[in-house]
């Protein structure tokens, strides 16, 4: 009975092929298997919408300054120098996608993906110890499967990788770094932050591809009369069942009257040659004269104004709904030919940026979890000396709000003592350099009282 308080009593409840390392966990065809990797694929390349606030993400990340913080045990900060050095000076060596920052933006494909995976490749630093030489990316179109314990448990080993011009290749979890956006059921590969933007997505791209088509054909449905003659002429047969010479011809004629309203574009070779007479009218004593009416005749028909759709403003309803799933709605105040309210902007703005801060600290918790506290084991450093990887805000508040905020703690005597840790937060909050250490009675200058005569 004891021992089972150790071990789990269920499993993870995501969707997936046994130990097979293949996930399903989604309703839709769309976002299963290699269909999900093209869906994610295309909303990411072909929308400008989610290009843009994905953008837009990336470039805030980048404003973000990464410190490390030392341990309380650390008084002379050698533990935290060092991993200041491993993570931001001494990994990687000028190739492409080795800095911190590069890293840091792969980090975010997780985003779209709902996960992200690194080959973490450790190297000899010039003091003899074990630090990062770069975080490679296991692109995750090249997901192949996952490597499964064996007990049906949902539990990741591993990855395994297929890139066709290279072949297959393995990255057990143990040497990896493994991110998770959005938690899902356990799923290893999470949920991606795309998945609520597919509707209006999938809607929109239809509804593009009508405007194009309706665009080529003059914003109207081509319509060809013919003669109804000409269709039962097509029908006839001889005495065999074989269709007659004149059966043929009419189906040929037939045939070609009805490619042309399939293919009619407004294009540099648009147009149509149509031979066709006026329709001949008998009257009563026999005489034969011409209708205003052609025997053919084409038009381009528009839909009654009752069942038009307005597909411009329908475009841009799921474009704001793609925005809105990201908490990113706020672009579109005022840019839709109607007001934006500041107010109700900047609360969604801050809403967005409290997203972002939550991604930070999804990306320092897995970094201090998986890689810092490796690295401890590896290099047998003291675990009570160990560091913490913190991210700084996203934005930084005005100088003029924070000028307020400092007069009002000044006032109050928070700030402008002895507590120099305090002044420099602030200070660098403003972007002011730090304060030194107080002097000490030695270093103040005499009083007057007391200058030498």
Known sequence: MQENLYKPSGVFGYGRGGDSGYTSDDFLPAWVGENKKRTINSMIYNDETIGGVLFAIRTLFRTVDWRVEPAMSDKEKKYSAW???????????????????DFVQ?????????WSYFDAVLKKLNDGSIGIDQFMLIAQ???????????NSGRVLGLHQLVPSAGTFYIPLDRALHFVVAPNRGNPE?????????RPFFYKRKLVEIESILAERGTGFPV???PASLKTDSLKV???????????????????YEDLAKNIRMNSQSGAVIYADFVKNIGKD??????????????LTSPGQTNAVDVDRAIKRHDSGMARALLADFLFFGSQGT??????????SQLFMRAISGWLTMIKATVNTQIVSRLWELNNFPPQMKPMLEPGDVTKESIAALAADVASLANAGVIGGPDVELDNEIRTSMGLPKRKDGLSDDDLPALPTDAPQ
């Open 106 to 114: 792969n980090v975010l494909t997780c985003v779209e993906w709902g």
């Open 286 to 299: 026999g005489e034969v004269t011409n209708t205003n009416n052609r025997a053919v005749e084409l038009k």
């Open 141 to 151: 179109d090249s997901l192949m499967r996952w490597e499964m314990e064996p007990n």
């Open 238 to 256: 001889d005495d065999k069942g074989m269709p007659t010479e004149d059966a043929r011809n009419a189906a040929a004629l037939c045939k070609s």
């Open 224 to 226: 060809i009369y013919v």
């Open 83 to 101: 991993l200041d050095n491993a993570l931001f000076t001494e990994m990687g060596s000028g190739y492409i996608e080795k800095s911190w920052t």
């Open 190 to 198: 999470g949920m991606s932050c795309l998945r609520t933007s597919y």
């Open 339 to 348: 007001g934006g309210n500041k107010s109700l902007g900047e609360d969604r």
